[in-house]
């Protein structure tokens, strides 16, 4: 299998998530040191002046950059930092796949995009931790309160409307490149979190951890191989080069 990856994209976003983290840690320092100062010493220059209702407000308004910082930090620390971040999952699962399988990773239109001798599918990751359940065309992730606030764990949203608009973007620039270009392009949910427990009724697209992401493509979402001057043209329009193939 050949990796295609912008490195310039994951640099980045990999510096930012480190940022972040480090902001989130200076911050909650930063109102402890503020804290233990004011209990000292209440009277000083720098908090005699503050009434108690303006150090409230102040402190209220620390609180929430705090916790807007520490989700945004979490969200790329677990795309572009975490051990199970998706990039790397992707590339340890799919490991042993041959050449005529590209993985496209943080190009456009989406992040993790699988070009296959048959098609293309869309890979959807999710990071969460615990019960996650799809019943009636719906999504849920049960998670306590005390999680939701302190955990790590993104919004789960709705993997399937997800997966079906990235085929759609997908379809979409194979239509503006290639016009007369037909290919299958699909779309999965992965699992990335060891610890994931699902409960799932069939939908519209599959559901799969990533041990099971090899054999799907390899057995029961196997896409019949199409034409080498399609597969080209297929190629072509995502921007991978002929050496890539």
Known sequence: MKIVVDEVKLARNAKVARALVLGVVVVAVGMMIAVLLASMAP?????????????????????????????????YANRYLAFNRPEKVLRDSLKGLDKKYTLLLFQKPCDYL????????VIIPRGQEGKVTFRDGKWKFNRSLM??????????????AEGLEMASRVQKIL???APDLRVTVRAVVMFTHPKVELNMEPGPIPVLR??????????GGRLSELPKPVQRKMRAALGVAEGEE
Do not use: C, H
């Open 43 to 75: 009277n000083s220059a720098l908090f005699g002046q503050l009434n108690p209702a303006t150090l409230l407000l102040v402190e209220i308004a620390v609180i929430i950059l705090l916790f807007v910082v520490s989700r945004v930090g979490f969200i």
């Open 114 to 121: 699988l070009v296959e001798p048959g098609g293309i599918t």
């Open 147 to 160: 999680r939701a606030w302190m955990g790590r764990d993104e919004a789960l949203g709705d993997p399937t």
């Open 175 to 177: 239509q503006e490149k």
């Open 210 to 219: 990533p041990d099971e992401l090899k054999d799907y493509l390899r057995g």
